[in-house]
Antibody
Framework: EVQLVESGGVLVQPGGSLRLSCAASGFNFGTYGMHWVRQAPGKGLEWISYITASRDSIHYVDSVEGRFTISRDNARNSLFLQMSSLRDEDTAVYYC?????????????WGQGTLVTVSS | VVLTQSPATLSLSPGERATLSCRASQSVSSYLAWYQQKPDQAPRLLIYDASNRAAGIPARFSGSGSGTDFTLTISSLEPEDFAVYYCQQCYNWPLTFGPGTKVDIQ
């Protein structure tokens, strides 16, 4: 069974930094691209970043480019999101999601999410 | 690519047919997916590549369309189908979602 478990979400002050983790199990993690998707309270879904299986290609949405960094450790079956210069509008549930594969760029398995709250 | 979904809310009864629309601001070919999200749950992939059902998705869910106009159809609503549905374009970066259609019980 595919499992994705996010962690690291906390209350942080504006301008602060945070690192989210996603632990993967039940599949060959090192062969799948992975995404981060977020959802602000009561709002819709927003894709924010993607990394290929081999880490040779990375993409971000403009609103986080230069502030967030996606990375992965295939030996530890883990995905990360380093977040810095956090803003109020970064408050959201952050989901890690597995790419369907074959370049499809849709998400076939999701974690339960971790809540990041940016507030003073 | 900006995605627009209509209607914003669809009020139907169990057993009825639901037709949800997603329109893209430019062609996305067939690179479109649909998700279902229930309160306090992660989204679930229903359809990818516009018309392919994801693993384990019941046959009452079907997707159609290409280019800029897409449709998700639920042939006969079950009680567990009342939820919010999002479309997502997979054509280019950044990947984007529509604002969602809420299907609620009439």
């Amino acid at each position: 069974e595919v499992q994705l478990v996010e962690s690291g979400g906390v209350l942080v002050q504006p301008g602060g930094s945070l690192r989210l983790s996603c632990a993967a199990s039940g599949f060959n993690f090192g062969t799948y691209g992975m995404h981060w998707v977020r959802q602000a309270p009561g709002k819709g879904l927003e894709w924010i970043s993607y990394i290929t299986a081999s880490r040779d290609s990375i993409h971000y949405v403009d609103s986080v480019e230069g502030r967030f960094t996606i990375s992965r450790d295939n030996a530890r079956n883990s995905l990360f999101l380093q977040m810095s210069s956090l803003r109020d509008e970064d408050t959201a549930v952050y989901y890690c999601a597995r790419d369907v594969g074959s370049g499809r760029r849709s998400f076939d398995n999701w974690g339960q999410g971790t809540l990041v709250t940016v507030s003073s | 690519v900006v995605l627009t979904q209509s209607p914003a809310t669809l009020s139907l009864s169990p057993g009825e047919r639901a037709t949800l629309s997603c329109r893209a601001s430019q062609s996305v070919s067939s690179y479109l997916a649909w998700y279902q999200q229930k309160p306090d749950q992660a989204p679930r992939l229903l359809i990818y590549d516009a018309s392919n059902r994801a693993a384990g998705i019941p046959a009452r869910f079907s997707g159609s369309g290409s280019g800029t106009d897409f449709t998700l159809t639920i042939s006969s609503l079950e009680p567990e189908d009342f939820a919010v549905y999002y479309c997502q374009q997979c054509y280019n970066w950044p990947l984007t979602f529509g604002p969602g259609t809420k299907v609620d019980i009439q």
